[in-house]
């Protein structure tokens, strides 16, 4: 039978016995708990959801996913994704459930870890205990310091009831190229939650790829993830996060990432799919030296609306960012960016870039973008632009006369539009998947 | 069937500021013909190009355009490309993303209708390439992009020769170019040249018809042409300008 009453306390310390958890993360879920109880969600009153409505969203509507101990079978779509993605290594997740989880033999007596989280609970509870909710932590949103403690809201949701998740682990001075991957398949029709820890030691370095895929069309249904990735000192870390659930999916991603003394990020966050969703990806350079590269691509269709908030926090003196976050929106869809870098006093020779650009393929759909900057420093080089234009009519003439339909016209564009992200995915397979999801949406 | 381009009437303005353009043209351009069209800035010359295409910033008023007695005014440009047009473009835009040969082939496929092979493919690619004197390093590049003012209207006449169009509209291909780029694309035309095919040659300047001998000459001034005749017309216009030409329109003659 499916619960759908109302999300109670009772239910988190149900959901911690279920799975089998330590007291201490118990703990922290009711912590979590006591916040999200007390908080009201999000308003377009609130300056970090000032074009986001969420108040249709049914959080509290629907049952809880949770893992049913049933064997579940690797969908199709997940097969296509694995016979082409050329991986190391994987993991399935069809709901809650982890239904298969490969890595080679070689990286596995290298001491790299790939399991789920509450596997690695089990297992390596001291690492856990020492990572988890470091990076992602409802916590930060609230106490004296915060005017604005509803930010908290949907991340104590994530923390308080989180079902499944991943935790990689790399060990110092090992290195891997060819990319893990972790497929996350959702069956629509539940309030789903999970999160990946990634911890990198000093002087590793890793790829991974977390992919969330659905039915096409699914029943009202919410789904939050937090990502938390933790580079310790030279530490290299590629990371992507591709989001194409069904129609009906309302879709809530936090990351942050913490960058020690010359760690470098690599990041790339896909969104397109779902009819709502919102993405906030954060750096902290903690550390001299370190890098974070962020990318973005999105392109909506029909009714869609993403929303995506970047943080580029420089913490350290001589560290670098660069942002660079391209979307198209078709039919009546909308976009929202909004990215502040935040360069803190004292560091300086802060090297830090932002850029949104975006294309309007109808009259119909719209795109904000909203860039910011907020410099404590002052030897710093900081640049932000951001652009909003729709598809050049000369452009669509010219590519038509040649021939091609407008559809596939628009396609070309659109590529074009974006083909500076898709140059920097040095991952052939992933940037041909992602340019295979374009040309499908364009055309539908 | 009548195996010609016709221009019957054609009044036309700019959609945005409903300012005319062309009032009244009538031009026809037989099957296994080349003819130019001449005249001074402004006269309508490029609009013309570019209508006969479909550009959908122009609004066609009165009149019709037909493709072997067929009207082709309600097609949208690519299905206008499928009945046998080409416009050259005068400033061809640059599209990041797509290889230039990648596109001539979706552009090839979208306009035969079917699947075009490799082997095909890469066959009409080398005949063009062999006849404009140009290497393969064009053709990995992105469409028109980061291409100088020469190579793009180079870049045109490939991509008429491959994909071979019935009636070819070249719109100023010949300004901005070096004698020599000038020559080069004297040669794709000329190599076009034949019993099915048929083009209309826009040109402010007599000196690409030194090299691409027109079958007829049409002189167009403030949105009709005024006079039409033979390949001595040209040059009649290169010693005596546009003005005993404006005469002329102005007596009705």
């Known amino acids: 039978m499916e619960r759908t009453a109302a999300l109670s306390r009772d239910q988190v310390i149900e959901v911690s016995a279920k799975l089998g958890e330590p007291r201490w993360l118990l703990q922290k879920r009711l912590a979590a708990w006591e916040t999200f109880a007390k908080l009201p969600y999000p308003t377009p009153r609130t300056e970090e959801w000032k074009y986001t409505d969420i108040t249709e969203v049914p959080f509290e509507e629907l049952p809880l996913e949770l893992p049913t101990g049933k064997p579940k079978a690797i969908p199709q779509a997940v097969r296509d994704r694995l016979a082409q993605a050329q991986l190391a290594g994987y993991a399935v997740f069809v709901g809650a459930e982890l239904v298969h989880l490969e890595l080679p033999e070689e990286l596995r007596q290298q001491g790299v870890i790939l399991t789920s989280l509450h596997q690695a609970l089990a297992q390596y509870p001291d690492l856990l205990e020492a990572h988890l909710f470091k990076a992602v932590n409802w916590a930060d949103w609230v106490g004296p310091q915060q005017n604005r403690p509803e930010n908290a809201k949907i991340p104590a949701l994530n923390a308080a009831f989180f079902t499944h998740g991943v935790f990689l682990y790399v060990p110092k001075n090992v290195a891997f190229s060819k990319p893990l991957g972790v497929f996350k398949y959702l069956e629509g029709g539940q309030l789903s939650g999970s999160r990946t820890l990634i911890v990198a030691e000093a002087h590793s370095q890793a790829v991974y790829i977390e992919e969330y895929l659905s039915p096409s069309q699914v029943p009202p249904s919410v789904n939050t993830s937090a990502t938390e990735i933790v580079l310790a000192d030279g530490a290299k870390v590629r990371h992507a996060h591709i989001q194409l659930l069904g129609r009906g999916f309302y879709h809530f991603h936090r990351q942050r990432a913490l960058l020690q003394r010359d760690a470098t990020l690599n990041d790339l966050v896909v969104n397109m799919g779902s009819s709502l969703s919102r993405a906030e990806v954060q750096s902290e350079m903690l550390g001299p030296g370190s890098f974070s590269e962020m990318l973005g691509l999105y392109f909506t269709s029909g009714t869609e609306h993403v929303d995506h908030y970047t943080l580029q926090h420089h913490v350290a003196d001589h560290a670098h960012s660069d942002v660079l976050y391209k979307g198209a929106a078709k039919d009546q869809s909308r976009t929202v960016y909004a990215g502040l870098i935040k360069v803190a006093q004292g560091a300086q020779k802060t090297d830090a870039y932002q850029t949104n650009r975006n294309l309007l393929l109808s009259a119909e759909a719209r795109a904000d973008s909203v860039p910011q900057l907020e410099i404590g420093a002052n030897d710093v080089r900081c640049s932000h632009g951001s652009s909003t234009a729709p598809v050049a009519p000369e452009e669509l003439f010219y590519l038509m006369s040649r021939g091609l339909p407008r559809h596939m016209a628009q396609q070309i564009l659109v590529k074009g539009h974006m083909t500076d992200v898709l140059t920097r995915i040095p991952i052939e397979p992933l940037r041909q998947y992602i340019e295979s999801i374009i040309e499908e949406k364009v055309r539908i | ?253």
């Not at chain 2, 122009?58 to 007695?69: F, P, S």
């Not at chain 2, 300047?205 to 030194?210: A, K």
């Open chain 2, 1 to 253: 069937m009548v195996n010609q381009l016709e221009i019957r009437n054609l009044h036309a303005k700019i959609a945005d500021s409903g300012e005319v353009i062309l009032k009244g043209v009538n031009l026809v351009v037989p099957k296994g013909q080349i003819h130019a069209v001449m005249g001074p800035n402004g006269a309508g010359k490029s609009t013309l190009g570019k209508i006969i295409a479909g550009d959908p910033s122009y609004e066609v008023t009165a009149g019709d355009i037909l493709v072997d007695g067929e009207s082709i005014l309600e097609l949208e440009p690519d299905e206008r490309a499928r009945k046998g047009l080409f416009l050259a473009f005068q400033y061809p835009v640059e599209v990041p993303g797509v290889s230039n040969a990648n596109f001539l082939r979706l552009a090839l496929q979208a306009k035969k209708g079917e699947e075009v092979s490799m082997m095909e493919f890469y066959d009409r690619l080398q005949r063009a390439l062999k006849t404009l004197d140009w290497d393969e390093s064009i053709l990995t590049r992105y469409l028109n992009d980061g291409f100088s003012g020469g190579e793009k209207k180079r870049n045109e006449i490939m991509h008429m020769m491959v994909l071979e169009p019935t009636y070819a509209i070249l719109d100023e291909t010949d300004s901005g170019l070096d004698i020599d780029a000038l020559k080069v694309v004297a040669k794709g035309v000329n190599a076009m040249r034949g019993p099915n095919f048929g083009a209309l040659l826009i040109t402010h300047y007599q000196r690409i018809l030194n090299y691409i001998v027109p079958d007829a000459v049409h002189v167009m001034m403030d949105g009709r042409i005024v006079t039409s005749g033979g390949p001595e017309l040209a040059l009649q216009l290169e010693e005596r300008g546009y003005e005993w030409v404006k005469e002329l329109a102005v007596t009705g003659s």
